[in-house]
């Protein structure tokens, strides 16, 4: 089995969680059982609303909280019936508007505010109880209620002071008590006093033998906990970012990226390390031995995969440019638009629609209406882009960090051309300048004026002289390095050579 840890996931979510639903698939395709496993708390969500939204089937989950009893991770089915039978109170009514219901009781300030999974559904994933105008409970449901929330008032506020999960029959399984933000969790025959010893714990329940290998993903707050619990499994790290910082670096010292300083310390203790690209290999490889004195094993796999190449059944819009991303501000997308807006000057009929969810929405929204570009910039929401990049005929990038890029492979899966700057790791590899596109030259610190600029002029250019027949081909040819059957034969070798 191989054992995949991360911390958390959203709606919104990040490249490491869609790296990790492209490495199921893969690992799906070559018959290798996998499991991925979630440590962050969800109260707002049902995690596997959140799962099977990015491709992962529902037996691959496991969720740290569920994983003590004997309910796994699942889809709510628990109804607004369900919930009436439960009531013993008669003397109530109902209310419902849109996502949010109410039952009202008898009595002063006394309700049930219901949190349907949908504006249309009517089934309930949770209920907070309030009485006498304070919150006092929290039930959460999938098919039965699976934990409760208890709460105080304190300093005018609800307070958070339990947790309790239980099993299917309705008996308990376990506690979380919160003491002032301490936190501990209290089994029928032991008390965990801290939710990396949690972890710990339940990473030795898991049993692990040198036929198992565990992946982490991302280390904050567990990867001591895990490598301390692993027994004889391999344990490898993936790299899903930039590793070190450069201007931190000298010939003498490195600072490695907080994210992963503690793996690299840890490397006797790691198996292997995995790297999106050649490039971020070859630099970690001569990094570990010149600061380390180190030579670890390094696999470079892409995190992710194409099934096909996809080609446009229609002629692609003229001057259509698209960009997909978690809507952050690291991502720059108001670079972008600017960068539209000028080029709308030289290119009339000029369209750009971006693709993604995240906080900077609003921002970008506002942004696009102060510029009077609504009409040929648009924010088109998070959706499944699979056959949607063969509409167009450009991507752009205004990211400066990129450990791989899932939307650049893409991209060029759907012979999309690439405006993007010259910066590890991603543009480097994704782009052949003058060939599928322009990498642009950037540094921390670049003026503003001449940043855009060269992002204007390679856009007028990609739609006025480049070759776009000649580009689309070079990102196919490019792609085919990233097809499915070339990632599983990667895996299939780290694999093999470690279990």
């Known amino acids: 089995m191989i054992y995949n840890f991360n911390l958390g996931i959203g709606w919104a979510s990040s490249g490491v969680e869609y790296a990790q639903s492209y490495r199921a698939y893969v690992l799906r395709n070559i018959g290798q059982e996998a499991r991925f496993v979630f440590t962050d708390m969800f109260p707002r969500d049902n995690i596997i609303e959140m799962t099977r939204n990015i491709g992962f089937e529902d037996h691959e989950i496991i969720w740290l909280y569920t994983f003590f009893t004997d309910f796994a991770p699942e889809p709510v089915s628990f109804t607004l019936e369900d919930l009436k039978k439960t009531i013993t109170d008669t003397g109530y009514s109902f209310e419902r508007d849109g996502k949010i219901g109410r039952i009202i009781f008898e009595g002063e300030n006394n309700f049930y505010r219901i949190y349907f999974t949908n504006a249309q559904s009517d089934l309930v994933h949770r209920v907070e109880m309030v009485r006498r105008g304070l919150l006092v409970r929290k039930d959460y449901f999938t098919s039965k209620r699976i934990f409760t929330e208890y709460y105080a008032p304190l300093d005018g506020s609800a307070h958070l002071y339990q947790r309790r999960f239980f099993n299917r029959d309705g008996s308990v399984a376990y506690d979380e008590i919160n003491d002032d933000n301490v936190i501990m969790y209290k089994f029928p025959d032991k008390i965990i006093c801290s939710k990396e010893d949690l972890i710990a714990y339940m990473v030795s329940r898991l049993k692990l033998t040198s036929k198992d290998m565990v992946i982490i993903d991302r280390t904050t707050g567990q990867g001591q906990a895990i490598l301390e619990n692993v027994n004889d499994a391999k344990v490898g790290i993936v790299v899903h970012a930039d590793h070190f910082s450069e201007g931190s670096t000298d010939d003498t010292n490195i600072l490695w990226n907080n994210y992963y300083e503690y793996s690299f310390s840890m490397n006797k203790h790691i198996s292997f390390y995995v790297t999106a690209t050649e490039d971020q290999n070859k630099l970690m490889k001569s990094q570990f031995e010149k600061y380390l004195g180190v030579s670890p094993y390094i696999a470079t796999i892409p995190v992710g995969a194409l099934p096909e190449l996809k080609y446009p059944k229609e002629p692609r819009q003229p001057h259509s440019f698209i960009t997909a991303s978690r809507l952050a501000t690291e991502k720059h997308v108001d670079w972008l638009i600017d960068a539209v807006v000028e080029a709308r000057k030289a290119i009339p009929d000029i369209t750009l629609d971006i693709y993604g969810k995240g906080g900077a929405e609003k921002d970008l929204s506002d942004q696009i209406e102060r510029l009077k570009a609504t009409s040929y910039i648009r924010l088109m929401g998070q959706q499944d882009l699979t056959d949607i990049y063969v509409n167009y005929e450009g991507y752009l990038s205004a990211s400066t960090s990129e450990g791989f890029g899932l939307t650049l492979m893409e991209a060029i899966g759907s012979g999309l051309p690439i405006i993007g700057f010259d910066v590890r790791y991603g543009n480097q590899n994704f782009i052949d300048h003058n060939k599928n596109g322009y990498k642009l030259p950037y540094n921390n610190g670049m003026e503003r004026g001449r ?49």
Not at 460 to 474: N, P, R, S, Y
Not at 475 to 498: D, G
């Open 451 to 499: 940043r855009q600029k060269n992002m204007v002029d390679a856009i007028i250019k990609l739609c006025t002289e480049a070759d776009i027949t000649a580009f689309e081909k070079h990102s196919y040819k490019m792609a085919e390095n990233y097809l499915a059957n070339e990632v599983e034969n990667r895996w299939k070798k780290l694999i093999s050579q470690m279990i």
